[in-house]
């Protein structure tokens, strides 16, 4: 429970209200983590909030999260500089199941902040690229200044990734695809016999999204999802994260669809 001091090493401004944090403990080893896990991040006062990490867990003793400024606690991690010291609990909660989804096609479907929690995957995906058939990124913004790390969609292309990105709206100098990321998965070129998906954004979003890869065949329990609700302790004790039966930051935050479409069909739970 006690928080490790953890300093900024590096920032970038990913978007008007995000930013990307690298930090390296203050003391010690790194962090090792699995794609899909989530620290408690704090600065000072303002509160501890969860935050997926979003560096390559193949570099554990850099420690990277990506942060949307939201509310007390993210605006205060996000205005921290070179040298600020955040504090950092975990890692935390379980991983995407890029080991079970060898030999199959990989469809990775992400809508705004959600590429941040799969980004891990990605590059754990493109360091093993020779274990998977097809790898696509699927990815949806509200507009072409809000993408996340837009620089890095080319590198990853160069290494597996077919990638299809789309924007709720765009002016003329965007020649990509406008429109909501369900309809890339109606589009895309990957086998469903065997696809494992990856889901991550606003529930709606996930929801469609889930809805789409069924109709091409992909089914609930080989498509999965990464859950957000309001977490205090991080490690089971406060039950604030409670999704029916299940804590999110103990047994999520990465469901199988199958297991989650249930309690998420009961509104407001
Ligand atoms: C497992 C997990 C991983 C997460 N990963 C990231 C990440 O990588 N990057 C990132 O920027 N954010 C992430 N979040 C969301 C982040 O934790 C919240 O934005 C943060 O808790 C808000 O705290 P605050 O004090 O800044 O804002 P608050 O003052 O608490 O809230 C400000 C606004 O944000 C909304 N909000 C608060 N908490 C959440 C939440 N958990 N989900 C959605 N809306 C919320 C509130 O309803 C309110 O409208 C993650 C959440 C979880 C549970």
Redesign the pocket.
């Known amino acids: 429970m006690i928080p490790v001091p953890f300093a900024v090493v590096a920032k970038r401004r990913d978007t008007t209200d995000?930013w990307t944090l690298e930090l390296e403990a203050e003391a010690g080893d790194g962090l090792a983590f699995e794609p899909g896990q989530?620290t408690m991040l704090s600065r000072g006062g303002?509160?501890e909030?969860?935050?997926?990490i979003?560096g390559d867990p193949d570099e554990p003793s850099r420690l990277v999260?990506?942060?949307?400024?939201?509310?007390?606690?993210?605006?205060a991690i996000c205005a921290a500089e070179r040298g600020d010291v955040l504090g950092v609990r975990g890692p935390f909660?379980n991983a995407w199941p890029v080991d079970a989804a060898e030999g199959a096609d990989v469809v990775v479907v992400c809508g705004g902040?959600g590429l941040?929690?799969l980004r891990p995957a990605i590059l754990t995906l493109l360091a093993r690229r020779e274990r998977y058939g097809r790898v696509l990124l699927l990815y949806g913004g509200r507009s072409p200044t809000q993408l996340l790390y837009p620089g890095e969609l080319d590198a990853w292309a160069a290494r597996g990734l077919e990638d299809a990105v789309t924007v709720d709206s765009a002016g003329p100098e965007w020649l990509g695809h406008v429109g909501v990321v369900p309809r890339l998965i109606r589009r895309a070129a990957f086998d469903a016999n065997s696809a494992v998906a990856l889901v991550c954004g606003p529930e709606v979003m996930m929801r469609f999204a889930a809805a789409a890869l069924a109709e091409r065949g992909v089914p609930a329990v080989r498509t999965y999802a990464?859950?957000?609700?309001?977490?205090q302790c991080g490690i089971g004790l406060c039950g604030h994260?409670q999704l029916g039966p299940t804590l999110?930051?103990r047994d999520?935050?990465v469901y199988r669809w199958d297991a989650l479409a249930p309690w998420l069909a009961i509104r407001e739970l």
């Open positions: 995000t989530f303002a509160g909030v969860p935050i997926s979003s999260h990506t942060v949307r400024a939201v509310g007390l606690a993210t605006r909660g902040i941040a929690p990464s859950m957000e609700r309001n977490m994260c999110i930051c999520g935050p």
